[in-house]
Nanobody
Framework: QVQLVESGGGLVQAGGSLRLSCAAS????????MGWYRQATGKQRELVAV???????NYSDSVKGRFTISRDNAKNTVYLQMNSLKPEDTAVYYC?????????????????GGKGTLVTVSS
């Protein structure tokens, strides 16, 4: 099986910064896309940022220009640098990864972190 463990959340004032990390472990042959979802209380889950295996990135309009996603393939880890945080960024952030569990697999399995990490931005 695969585990995704997020860390780095916390309480920060508006305008501040946080850096989230997520490490994937377990039965992993390779990882294609990695990304971050977030879910605020009473709202639907939102895909915030994605980075492909080749390093291409994509962001939701709500975070574009403020958040930066990156990955360390050697460590199977994805990061989310969050700058200029706003109260509306308050949410639980979950990482996700499309993982090929073995050599020869043609379709990746989409995993989402189980616990997430809470980001609270005060005004």
């Amino acid at each position: 099986q695969v585990q995704l463990v997020e860390s780095g959340g916390g309480l920060v004032q508006a305008g501040g910064s946080l850096r989230l990390s997520c490490a994937a472990s377990g039965r992993i042959f390779s990882i294609s896309a990695m990304g971050w979802y977030r879910q605020a209380t009473g709202k639907q889950r939102e895909l915030v940022a994605v980075v492909t295996g080749s390093g291409r990135t994509n962001y939701s309009d709500s975070v574009k220009g403020r958040f930066t996603i990156s990955r360390d393939n050697a460590k199977n880890t994805v990061y989310l640098q969050m700058n200029s945080l706003k109260p509306e960024d308050t949410a639980v952030y979950y990482c996700n990864a499309d993982i090929f569990p073995r050599y020869g697999a043609t379709t990746p399995i989409h995993y989402v972190g189980g616990k997430g990490t809470l980001v609270t931005v005060s005004s």
